[in-house]
């Protein structure tokens, strides 16, 4: 597990986990200052390999293999109640792991929250950018608005934010949904209406990927609207979390014997 979470802080008040799984490109510090904001929760944002601190690892190309490390490398945390949270590509990464715990019959989530992606059965809504040469996938990138400019223009930074980017959008790009039955877990979906990639009326179709209660919220701005409406967010997390945990009732692991 050495690695996988960035700065988790022990927290002895906090009933619930919530673990982080961050957009691509992005790292476990797109998460920094949410344990403040959300101080009965223990907060653990996910650092996937090659990313931020762990650069220098291999990267992982597919939204599956980062879901089936996650499964394995995170099980020790797994022994309180928890909930996932994803934003954009961390989205698909909290649902493929959700069904990857199921699979397994190991503990489940309490709460899947899905921010900023379309429903994983919803095909890419923009072209495919991976494999663009290099000025054309910057140009991606900054229309995006994901990547500070700073790191745009500057060549040095490029070279060595370049390779995760690429490896999270083939990630994403390539990700094919696997039909499966709904999730035993509840969703909260949240969309920018101004989100040109991921549009809201594909991101309230997650409801058709639980069996448990559905929440969509929606928010003024596009794919990063997390940005301007902080305040409101961590509202809708802590209600969402308070609520779903009320009902979750711990489950027995199961062990399978040959």
């Known amino acids: 597990m050495k690695g996988w979470i960035l700065?988790?802080?022990?927290?002895?008040?906090?009933?619930?986990?919530?673990?982080?799984?961050?957009?691509?490109?992005?790292?476990?510090?797109?998460?920094?200052?949410?344990?403040?904001?959300?101080?009965?929760v223990e907060v653990c944002p996910v650092q996937l390999p090659g990313h931020e601190n762990?650069?220098?690892?291999?990267?992982?190309?597919?939204?599956?293999?980062m879901a089936?490390?996650?499964?394995?490398?995170?099980?020790?945390?797994f022994d309180r109640p928890f909930a996932l949270f994803g934003h954009s590509m961390g989205s698909l990464i909290a649902y493929e792991l959700a069904r990857i715990l199921r699979a397994r019959n190991a503990p489940q989530p309490f709460l899947l929250i899905a921010s900023g992606h379309c429903a994983p059965d919803v095909p890419l809504q923009r072209a495919r950018i991976y494999d663009r040469p290099h000025d054309e996938f910057v140009a991606e990138l900054s229309s995006m608005e994901g990547t500070p400019?700073?790191?745009?223009?500057?060549?040095?930074?490029l070279s060595f934010f370049l390779p995760p980017l690429r490896a999270d959008f083939e990630a994403c790009d390539c990700y094919t949904y696997v039909d499966a039955p709904p999730l035993d877990v509840p969703i909260l979906a949240m969309g920018g209406l101004g989100d040109t990639c991921e549009p809201w009326p594909?991101?309230?179709?997650w409801e058709r990927?639980?069996?448990?209660?559905?929440?969509?919220?929606?928010?003024?701005?596009?794919?990063f609207f997390l940005h301007?409406?902080?305040?409101?967010?961590?509202?809708?997390i802590r209600r969402a979390i308070d609520s779903?945990?009320?009902?979750?009732?711990?489950?027995?692991?199961?062990?399978t014997w040959v």
């Open 149 to 157: 400019p700073e790191i745009l223009e500057d060549e040095d930074m």
């Open 228 to 236: 301007r409406h902080r305040r409101r967010i961590f509202d809708e």
């Open 7 to 40: 700065r988790k802080t022990a927290n002895d008040d906090a009933d619930v986990r919530l673990f982080c799984f961050p957009h691509a490109g992005g790292g476990a510090s797109a998460y920094s200052g949410w344990a403040a904001e959300l101080p009965r």
């Open 68 to 77: 089936t490390a996650a499964a394995t490398e995170l099980d020790p945390l």
């Open 244 to 255: 779903a945990h009320a009902q979750f009732t711990v489950p027995q692991r199961k062990e």
């Open 209 to 223: 990927h639980t069996n448990a209660p559905f929440d969509l919220r929606l928010f003024d701005g596009g794919h």
């Open 202 to 205: 594909h991101v309230a179709a």
């Open 54 to 65: 762990r650069a220098g690892e291999p990267l992982l190309r597919s939204i599956r293999d």
